[in-house]
Structures are given as structure tokens and as C-alpha cells.
């Protein structure tokens, strides 16, 4: 498996972007990007997530690298409900959709 | 709210009984999956099911027993339990098999059951 690399921990003004960065040096060329996040007593919820393109959609931005061995998620106006940890997960061609969660990136958006 | 059910959303049992956790998908999706989170850890795998047929067993001891009756059904039967086994369990389907390299569809989880072993 393709590890990543998150910060433990993040503070965001209300109405600010958060950018929360994830570090996956390791990731294969098949291997996918993807973004959740876990507001506390939820299962996870998608995000989004990404091949080689930078990807959108309307809750946030995903942006990868060119040599892929990073990306950022970027919450564009970052409100209170955004408040959870978010999981950045490269997942592993071999076993297909077999998410390997790490121990994520805990945002707190601050008013 | 999320498009995967799961009742009951709590559970309380003792070492001796015998419960079951169910979840429930129509999205037509064909993979479902078991996961296990502690408190303030991330969530474990334990079962992957495709199209209906068990695929991937995590080393899940056999006090937790799965169960896929149909497609958009997925239990957990629960027996003789330990109080370690204290936690949330997660349930989540996917549009592709395990087996799809290809695939790049997310899975989408349900809220889980919260389960406390007395």
C-alpha cells in the first residue's frame, strides 16, 4: 500500500480556505487519491478524489501534484460544520476499493 | 444523511448474547464492506463482500459473523463478545468489486451501530 503522510492537526479562520495537505511519495500510477472526512458519531463521508487531474466538485478542490506524490484538499470557504478529521487515502490497486485509513488530519475552523 | 442504513444505531449487550447488526444499500451497489473503529482511531476493515459472496476476511475472529442474504443487504451477527469488542462498526458499499483494478469509485459509508459489550 501506497502510505500517506497528514498533518495531526489544523486550525481555519470561519470563511477562510483550509488547505490540508497529505504527502503519498510512494502512490503507483493506478492508484487514486481519495479525500474523506468523519464529523464526530458520522461514518466517513466522500469527499472527493482524483487520478492525475486536479478535480472539482461542490464541496471542495483536489489538487495534485505533477510528479503525484502530493496533494491538497482545499475547503474554499470553510464554515464551522466543517469542523472533523479528514482522511487522505491512496488506495491499493491489488485489492481494488480496500481503503487503508491513516490517522488523519483534525480540522478545527475557528470563528 | 447518507444513503447507507444501518440500525440499530446503538447496542448494548452483554458477553453472552447473541445480536445482530444490519445495513442496507439500494444504490445497486455490489461490493459491501465491514469496518471497525475505536475510539478516536481510524477505521479497520474486517469484511468485504462481492456480489454476495464473501471476499476478504481481515483475520476477523469468528465471535463476528457475516452475512450478505441479497444485494443491497449486509448483517453482522454478534456472539459471545468481550468488552474490547466495545466500538463503532461501520458499514459501507462501493459501485465496482474488489477485484476491479480499474475502478476508481469511492465507497460511501453509513452512520454506523455503536456497540458496548458489558
Known amino acids: 500500500d501506497a502510505k500517506t503522510t497528514q498533518p495531526t492537526s489544523m486550525d481555519c479562520a470561519e470563511g477562510r480556505a483550509a488547505n490540508l495537505p497529505c504527502n503519498h511519495s510512494?502512490?503507483?500510477?493506478?492508484?487514486?487519491v481519495y479525500w474523506y472526512r468523519q464529523i464526530h458519531s458520522q461514518g466517513p463521508q466522500y469527499i472527493i478524489h482524483?487520478?492525475?487531474n486536479n478535480e472539482t466538485n461542490e464541496m471542495a478542490s483536489l489538487i495534485i501534484t505533477e510528479d503525484r506524490k502530493s496533494s491538497t484538499l482545499i475547503l474554499p470557504h470553510a464554515t464551522l460544520r466543517d469542523t472533523a478529521v479528514y482522511y487522505c487515502?491512496?488506495?491499493?490497486?491489488?485489492?481494488?476499493?480496500?481503503?487503508?485509513f491513516g490517522p488523519g488530519t483534525r480540522l478545527s475552523v475557528l470563528p | 444523511d447518507t444513503e447507507v442504513t444501518q440500525t440499530p444505531k446503538h447496542l448494548v449487550m452483554g458477553m453472552t448474547n447473541k445480536k445482530s447488526l444490519k445495513c442496507e444499500q439500494h444504490?445497486?451497489?455490489?461490493?459491501m464492506y465491514w469496518y471497525k473503529q475505536k475510539a478516536k482511531k481510524p477505521p479497520e476493515l474486517m469484511f468485504v463482500?462481492?456480489?454476495?459472496?464473501?471476499?476478504i476476511n481481515e483475520s476477523v475472529p469468528s465471535r463476528f459473523s457475516p452475512e450478505c442474504p441479497n444485494s443491497s443487504l449486509l448483517n453482522l451477527h454478534l456472539h459471545a463478545l468481550q468488552p474490547e469488542d466495545s466500538a463503532l462498526y461501520l458499514c459501507?458499499?462501493?459501485?465496482?468489486?474488489?477485484?476491479?483494478?480499474?475502478?476508481?469509485?469511492?465507497?460511501?459509508f453509513g452512520d454506523g451501530t455503536r456497540l458496548s459489550i458489558l
Open positions: 459501507a458499499s462501493s459501485q465496482r468489486s474488489p477485484s476491479s483494478v480499474s475502478s476508481g469509485q469511492p465507497q460511501h
Open positions: 510512494t502512490i503507483s500510477g493506478n492508484e487514486y
Open positions: 482524483g487520478l492525475k
Open positions: 487515502i491512496v488506495r491499493v490497486a491489488l485489492y481494488g476499493q480496500n481503503f487503508v
Open positions: 444504490m445497486g451497489h455490489r461490493a
Open positions: 463482500y462481492s456480489y454476495e459472496k464473501l471476499s
